[in-house]
């Protein structure tokens, strides 16, 4: 497989993530309501179908404070790994 196989591979995975909605962009402006779970935007205080306040984390936020996540480029990685497998970045201690 060549490289430039690798990057179109990588860039139609980016697209399909965002097309359907599963991206970190998505994740950034979205927030759910913990009352009736309708998703909401990020800047949104409160709920627009019930009107329950909204938390001040995003989907994206709450993400990263449950995995552990490259420093570097924020894509999740195991706990036993060292460097990440998007970036290359070397890992800290988890």
């Known amino acids: 497989?060549?490289?430039?196989?690798?990057?179109?591979?990588?860039?139609?995975?980016?697209v399909t993530l965002l097309e359907y909605g599963c991206g970190p962009e998505t994740?950034?402006?979205r927030?759910?309501?913990p009352s009736c779970g309708k998703a909401n935007s990020a800047?949104?205080?409160d709920c627009a179908d019930?009107?329950?306040r909204l938390p001040e984390m995003t989907?994206?936020?709450?993400?990263?404070s449950r995995h552990r996540c490259c420093p570097g480029c924020g894509v999740a990685v195991t706990n036993v790994a060292r460097?990440?497998?998007e970036?290359?970045?070397r890992l800290p201690k988890g």
Do not use: E, H, S, V
Not at 7 to 13: G, N, V
């Open 1 to 14: 497989m060549t490289n430039y196989d690798l990057r179109t591979r990588k860039a139609l995975r980016q």
């Open 27 to 29: 994740l950034r402006r």
């Open 31 to 33: 927030k759910i309501c």
């Open 43 to 45: 800047d949104r205080t």
């Open 50 to 52: 019930c009107g329950a």
């Open 59 to 64: 989907l994206y936020d709450f993400y990263r």
């Open 83 to 85: 460097y990440c497998p």
């Open 87 to 89: 970036c290359g970045a």
